[in-house]
């Protein structure tokens, strides 16, 4: 019996190898990596940046491909949790030899898939994570979204300049390096400015119950409430909050972009709130126009920053592999280093020193569950 | 002290959802003398129930609002699904094992469990979503500035309401005392011509049907579901019924309403993050003074 059993795990054990194996680079493609949370509480991040990506590489592969070569995007699904992106990060690079990474778009994910791309010396392009620290892990480490220093600023701007609210609360997600970044980063600058934090109360992503926090909040009675979350919680945050009485406005920043965050009674309790974003859908430059239209037809639904970022993210790994001339990882990476001034759909992208991009930043307000344009702030 | 109301009314809605399910884990338990891990995912089908019979009755989770009738509807609906459930589970897995040793019960309630939570993952899918807003949310009561809506109170009154029921059943009628006689004595019992499979069952069926309504009582107050919305509020449950003196009917409800004022305090006076450790912290010294829980007796073994 014993036999049998070390057998089976002998027999299992291969027939591992043998499937992972067979994944192997045969020469006339360039393999590219992505993570994304497709499944999971965050999932349209995951899904909107993958279809993005496709919508890039689709485009290039039509086009005639990359040094005579076609282009094949490998994706994974970390379920939006960083054990998991560790994990698929490393299945990337291991078995599938990527010779580079997109991904994540949540902050706390992408933290944990850099460092693994920085020791293998792969570079790794991320979408949408603004939280400074992604990009401090190494040289390898790239963005095409601006950071959450500037984003505090622009929502700080905002909240003094164009609402004149003076007094705001501050509730966030003690369990997400995005959001605990971007409230220190605001509880801050929006000092600085001359404003008033009179409360600030966090919760843990996943949590159901925010009434007690949200009392403690209406108690200081505030002009505003600064929730730097994603949009599952914040969803919920909503409803709570106009249950137990509170009528100010949320103010919110890029996590909150996502068709889901007006879903339910949400529709109406986040009307007349704003948030921090990348793009705006309602901009008439033609080039963002022109790739709604593209994602529209082939995905049969309106693209986010997410998608946005995504693709531009893709374009400027495509052109970095052009110029290097090769796949070789240093010099791919040496080249996205010297982005500067790259059209892509976003905007003119310039990676600067940090290896961030410098870019505006929109206010978006919602209105009967859709987001409208109300102001850029640029840098 | 308005903030105080606030704080008090937050923590009773969200302690009678605790309670309803802590019910099922004590009535199991005073029965069969084996905590049921799967009742937490019985609680997950009761609101993926509510979720798919709200579309059903076709109002979709923007606007629109049912009738307190359908709403009403939907919650004994979903009681039933989560009591045949809760019937089948007994049936076709613990039946078989009711003369095996209590820890092969106990490990297999988890492998339910699992079953549950992962096999509603595959089915439902794992992304979150958005509960029906069964009744439309109206400010009541204005306490001094407490803002108390109708949703929770709705809770409040719905789940004690279930549990006066609940108190009749096992006090008043055949049934019950035949449910108080197998808790007493099984032996006894089946030897007095009480049907042990059929008071197993019944209070099976209860039990989760108690927590299929805890499920769309907690969508109604909290709208968003997924497959593993079950394991939290199934642990706490737990503790509630443990706290309140396992297999005593009103300690559930008692100690599912201390957990629930306990983590709505410690959040909101003290620290979010701590929340669980200090609330939990808590039970542990109540349980030291008092390890029987606060209704619970004391049993004799015999040797």
């Given amino acids: 019996m014993k036999k049998l059993f070390f057998s089976l795990i002998a027999l299992t054990a291969i027939s591992l190898f043998s499937i992972t194996g067979c994944n192997k680079n045969n020469?006339?493609?360039?393999?590219?990596?992505?993570?994304?949370?497709?499944?999971?509480?965050?999932?349209?991040?995951?899904?909107?940046?993958?279809?993005?990506?496709?919508?890039?590489?689709?485009?290039?592969?039509?086009s005639g491909g990359l040094l005579?070569?076609?282009?094949?995007?490998?994706?994974?699904?970390?379920?939006?949790?960083?054990?998991?992106?560790?994990?698929?990060?490393?299945?990337?690079?291991?078995?599938d030899n990527v010779v580079a990474v997109i991904g994540e778009v949540a902050s706390s994910n992408s933290k944990a898939g850099a460092p693994i791309c920085q020791q293998n010396k792969i570079p790794m392009i991320t979408p949408a994570s603004t939280n400074p620290e992604v990009t401090a892990i190494g040289d390898y480490i790239f963005r095409v979204c601006f950071i959450d220093p500037f984003q505090a600023t622009v929502v700080s701007k905002f909240i003094l300049n164009t609402l004149k609210l003076k007094r705001v609360a501050l509730l966030k997600d003690v369990k997400n390096a995005y959001s605990t970044g971007l409230a220190d980063f605001f509880e801050k600058e929006f000092k600085d400015m001359g404003g008033e934090i009179v409360e600030v109360q966090?919760?843990?992503?996943?949590?159901?119950?925010?009434?007690?926090?949200?009392?403690?909040?209406?108690?200081?009675?505030?002009?505003?409430?600064?929730?730097?979350?994603y949009y599952t919680d914040v969803n919920l945050i909503s409803i709570q909050a106009r249950e137990i009485g509170l009528t100010c406005p949320l103010i919110g920043s890029d996590g909150w972009e996502s068709e889901k965050l007006t879903e339910g009674k949400a529709k109406d309790a986040l009307e007349g709130c704003y948030f921090s974003t990348h793009v705006s859908t309602e901009n008439p430059d033609p080039k963002i126009q022109e790739f709604i239209a593209k994602y529209k037809a082939k995905y049969n639904s309106m693209p986010d920053a997410m998608s946005f970022l995504a693709y531009d993210a893709g374009l400027i790994l495509f052109e970095a592999i052009r110029k290097a001339g090769t796949t070789n990882p240093e010099k791919v990476k040496d080249e996205l280093a010297k982005i500067k001034d790259f059209a892509g759909v976003t905007g003119k992208i310039t990676i600067n020193a940090q290896r961030n991009a410098v870019k505006p930043a929109v206010i978006l307000e919602i209105k009967d569950g859709k987001f409208k344009y109300k102001e850029t702030i640029q840098p | 002290m308005t903030e105080f109301i606030q704080q008090v009314f937050n923590g009773l809605s969200l302690g009678s959802i605790y309670a309803l399910i802590a019910l099922g884990y004590t009535m199991i338990y005073g029965i069969l003398r084996f905590i049921n891990f799967a009742h937490g995912d019985v609680f997950m089908i009761g609101a993926f129930s509510g979720y798919y019979l709200g579309i059903i009755f076709s109002f979709s989770t923007g606007g629109g609002f049912a009738s307190l009738a359908i709403a009403f509807a939907i919650l004994i609906l979903a009681m039933i699904i989560s009591g045949i459930l809760g019937f089948t589970i007994e049936k076709l897995v613990y039946k078989p094992l009711r003369k095996s040793p209590k820890l092969t019960i106990l490990i297999t309630a988890i492998g339910v469990s699992l079953f549950l939570e992962y096999g509603g993952q595959l089915v439902f899918g794992p992304d979150?979503?958005?509960?029906?807003?069964?009744?439309?949310?109206?400010?009541?009561?204005?306490?001094?500035?407490?803002?108390?809506?109708?949703?929770?109170l709705v809770v409040l009154i719905t789940a004690g309401f279930l549990m006066v029921g609940l108190r009749m059943i096992v006090m008043k009628t055949k049934i019950g005392t035949a449910m108080r006689a197998v808790s007493y004595n099984p032996t006894a019992a089946s030897l007095m011509g009480v049907n042990i499979n059929a008071v197993i069952s019944f209070t099976f069926i209860i039990g989760s049907s108690l927590a299929g309504a805890a499920g769309i009582l907690y969508g109604l107050n909290y709208p968003s579901i997924d497959p593993l919305m079950g394991i939290l509020p199934g642990l706490k449950?737990?503790?509630?019924?443990?706290?309140?003196?396992?297999?005593?009917?009103?300690?559930?409800?008692?100690?599912?309403?201390?957990?629930?004022?306990?983590?709505?305090?410690?959040?909101?006076?003290?620290?979010?993050?701590y929340r669980d450790a200090i609330a939990f912290g808590i039970l542990i010294l109540i349980l030291l003074f008092k390890p029987t829980g606060i209704l619970g007796k004391k049993e004799i073994e015999k040797v």
Avoid: C, H, W
Avoid at chain 2, 237 to 249: D, K, P, R, T
Avoid at chain 2, 255 to 269: K, R
């Fill in chain 1, 27 to 62: 020469g006339n493609e360039i393999l590219i990596g992505e993570y994304s949370s497709l499944t999971g509480p965050n999932a349209t991040f995951g899904i909107s940046s993958n279809n993005g990506l496709k919508l890039a590489v689709e485009e290039l592969n039509n």
């Fill in chain 1, 68 to 95: 005579g070569k076609k282009v094949k995007l490998i994706t994974y699904d970390d379920q939006g949790k960083p054990s998991e992106a560790q994990t698929v990060v490393q299945r990337l690079i291991k078995n």
């Fill in chain 1, 202 to 229: 966090s919760f843990s992503a996943g949590d159901k119950d925010f009434k007690a926090q949200l009392t403690s909040i209406k108690a200081q009675n505030p002009e505003a409430i600064f929730i730097p979350a």
């Fill in chain 2, 128 to 152: 979150p979503k958005s509960f029906p807003s069964l009744l439309e949310n109206k400010q009541v009561v204005n306490l001094a500035g407490a803002m108390i809506s109708s949703n929770p």
């Fill in chain 2, 237 to 273: 449950a737990f503790v509630a019924a443990v706290l309140g003196g396992i297999g005593n009917i009103p300690g559930a409800a008692i100690g599912g309403m201390i957990i629930g004022l306990l983590e709505t305090f410690v959040t909101g006076y003290i620290s979010p993050t």
